[in-house]
């Protein structure tokens, strides 16, 4: 009986539910949208630091990580390797040289991180490959070839086809060098990695290095799904304890907690939305009260209990609000669904965010938890909001309805 | 007849505005079951006063009021809201009806609260809206209905509930003449068919002049009573 009465009085002053409902939804569009379009960065972020730079998990010598020397290779490498093949969580994995040092043409010499790479295994684990621009065919093919983006090649005043000398320490300590020809280049969107990252093949730099074919500095691995993350870095450690075996968000700390504070920065978002909602709501259910105080004074006089009154004015407030939430998600989820295939595309700002590491193009993305936990603030913020009113109508007194001034 | 209203040493001030306003000083009065009473006298002499007092929607500053034999004076306000759910019915001058609903369930509505079965609600509804003469417009929301018809309904709705008797303050002031008739006779009628109680206010002499029992009241005072002469 409350109930239908409640939703038929929804609509008695179409004008103020429709501004109630109408604030409901963009304010939810907007938080959800927010969300939606950070999220999406923060995941496009992670996911290209994955796919890219750092894989899921790492493996190094402890003592290369503190101090860069050749000679710090993974020990145990062929039964930590028969481990990786024999775990199923994995998909692949890439064993690297990498070497700190210089590239030089005829007019420039730079520092940078040499890294020795399995063209056919570095393929599946990183996406470096979907990254060239220009090369030569069959570029890791050549005598002695070398990737090297297209930033570090203008930079260096380099083309295809350029030769450039790398230099470096080897095993023994010594200085050596050798020329290597560029026959790809590459460009991701860190404008940092692009600049220090050139690329060889593991066993020739291995050779000029005075490592043997199989040894590696580093083995990146890729898993099926990053939830296997944590798990599969402990069953690693424990079986070799005397490697270092690091998970992304180690590797990238600050990365790691921008997913942490991105979800908490949302939701204090989202209730600043909710909160200015809510003092919208209160205002104007208040209106909608004292505009009706005879009619609710001539409510209470006929016998109806405080708590018919209370429940009556509340669930209004709570199907207007309702009604406006459920709309604003359904436009938020028609204008998610066709932004998360088209994108946003940020070129205009793209110098400063891939400066970030971050793309040109953003896809706005929202969990099913993150709608069901925002349905669940838009309800608590409709119940709140309609305590302050419904009281309010609790304190009118029956014998207004008698009184005709 | 048994007594069903019982007013002894009455007094309301007001003191709201800091001014004191004695609209009840010192008012005696007994009303039996089955009278038609109306109370009368000029604007401002405490007639929607005493009403209030006697419907339990307002207390008094001294004195006593007693419905069916159970004081009102101690009741809280929630005890008091079920009490006149299920012992007196209301009509007031406007405001009578919930806009949204229809005839029919506003009659319903009064029976819902006292937590009668649908069917039952449903029966009596018509049942009351055929005897005021709305059995055509059962199914209209009072902005439907003219003035005279909201004023039956409210008549239908406040006899819905069984009260033990029905308080109306000015029923009749915003209907034309020929509605007020109208409406006095159809509560006349229910007074007599329905053994239904009326006490009812008003400063028109038409109306006056068609109640069994006339109270005069001035200056928050009872000045002449036929139950006495
Ligand atoms: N809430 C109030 N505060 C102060 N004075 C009031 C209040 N209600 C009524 N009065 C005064 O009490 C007196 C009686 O009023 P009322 O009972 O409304 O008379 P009637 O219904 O006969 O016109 C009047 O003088 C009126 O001004
Ligand atoms: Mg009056």
Redesign the interface.
């Known amino acids: 009986?409350i109930y239908s009465?409640s939703r038929?009085?929804i609509?008695?002053n179409k004008v103020r539910s429709l501004i109630v409902m109408g604030s409901v939804t963009v304010g939810l569009i907007c938080g959800i949208f927010f969300i939606a379009f950070m999220n999406g960065m923060t995941v496009q972020r992670i996911n290209s630091a994955i796919k890219s730079e750092v894989s899921h998990i790492q493996i190094h010598n402890p003592a290369f990580l503190d101090d860069n020397e050749v000679q710090y290779t993974i020990p145990n490498i062929a039964e930590l390797t028969n481990l990786l093949d024999t775990t199923s969580t994995i998909m692949a994995y890439a064993p690297r040289i990498t070497i700190t040092g210089m590239i030089g043409s005829a007019r420039s010499s730079e520092g940078v991180k040499i890294v020795g790479i399995n063209p056919d295994k570095e393929r599946i684990v990183t996406d470096i490959h979907t990254k060239i621009t220009d090369s030569v065919p069959n570029y890791f093919g050549k005598k002695r070839p070398i990737m090297i983006s297209k930033r570090l090649a203008d930079k260096m005043r380099v083309k295809l086809n350029s030769k450039i000398v790398l230099t470096f320490q080897s095993t023994t300590g010594e200085l050596t060098g050798a020329p290597f020809k560029v026959t790809a280049l590459y460009q991701t969107s860190n404008k940092v990695f692009d600049e220090m990252m050139v690329f060889v093949p593991q066993q020739k730099i291995a050779a000029i290095a005075g490592l043997k074919s199989n040894q590696a500095h580093e083995i990146a691995i890729l898993l099926k799904s990053d939830l296997q993350t944590a798990d599969t870095k402990e069953n690693i450690a424990e079986a070799f304890p005397n490697i270092t075996v690091r998970t992304w968000k180690k590797i990238m700390p600050e990365l790691g907690m921008m997913v942490d504070m991105m979800d908490s920065m949302l939701y204090v978002f989202m209730i600043i939305i909710l909160v200015a909602l809510a003092f919208g709501i209160i205002n104007t259910m208040m209106m909608a009260v004292l505009e009706r105080q005879?009619?609710i004074g001539?409510?209470?006089?006929?016998?109806?209990?405080?708590k018919?009154v209370f429940t009556m004015i509340m669930l209004e407030t709570i199907y207007i609000s309702m009604t406006g939430a459920i709309v604003g998600m359904l436009i938020s989820h028609l204008i998610l669904s066709t932004l998360a295939n088209t994108g946003i595309d940020m070129s205009l700002y793209a110098e400063g965010l891939e400066a970030y590491g971050y793309d040109k193009i953003i896809y706005p993305a929202i969990d099913l938890i993150h709608y069901i936990n925002i349905s669940v603030l838009v309800v608590i913020t409709a119940i709140v909001s309609s305590i302050w009113p419904a009281r309010k109508a609790l304190k009118l007194?029956?014998?207004v309805?008698?009184?005709?001034e | 007849m048994e007594t069903v209203i019982k007013v002894e040493k009455l007094y309301k001030i007001y003191n709201e505005t800091g001014v004191e306003v004695k609209a009840i000083n010192g008012i005696d009065l007994e009303i039996k079951e089955g009278e038609f009473t109306a109370i009368v006298g000029p604007s401002g002499s405490g007639k929607t006063t005493l009403l209030n007092m006697i419907g339990g929607l307002d207390n008094p500053t001294s004195g006593i009021v007693e419905v069916g034999g159970v004081l009102l004076n101690e009741m809280s306000s929630s005890q008091l809201i079920d009490f006149r759910k299920n012992n007196i019915g209301f009509i007031f001058q406007s405001y009578n009806l919930i806009p949204v609903l229809t005839a029919k369930e506003n009659v319903e509505f009064v029976m819902q609260l006292q937590g009668r079965s649908k069917k039952e609600c449903s029966q009596r509804a018509i049942e009351l809206l055929e005897a005021v003469g709305l059995g055509d417009r059962i199914n209209s929301r009072p902005a439907k209905l003219s003035g005279g018809q909201q004023q039956r309904v409210a008549v239908a709705r406040a006899l819905a509930s069984n009260p033990r008797f029905i308080l109306a303050d000015e029923p009749t002031a915003n209907l034309d003449s020929k509605s007020t008739e109208n409406l006095l006779d159809i509560m006349l009628k229910l007074n007599q068919k329905e053994k239904a109680t009326f006490v009812f206010s008003s400063h028109d002499q038409r109306v006056v002049n068609k109640a069994r029992r006339v109270i005069v009241v001035e200056d928050g005072k009872i000045i002449n009573d036929d139950a006495n002469n």
């Not at chain 1, 001539?298 to 405080?306: D, E, S, T, V």
């Not at chain 1, 309805?401 to 005709?404: A, L, N, V």
Request: charged share 30%; aromatic share 4%.
């Open positions: 009986m009465l038929k009085n609509w008695r005879r009619e001539m409510l209470m006089a006929i016998g109806m209990n405080k018919r007194k029956p014998a309805s008698m009184r005709i």
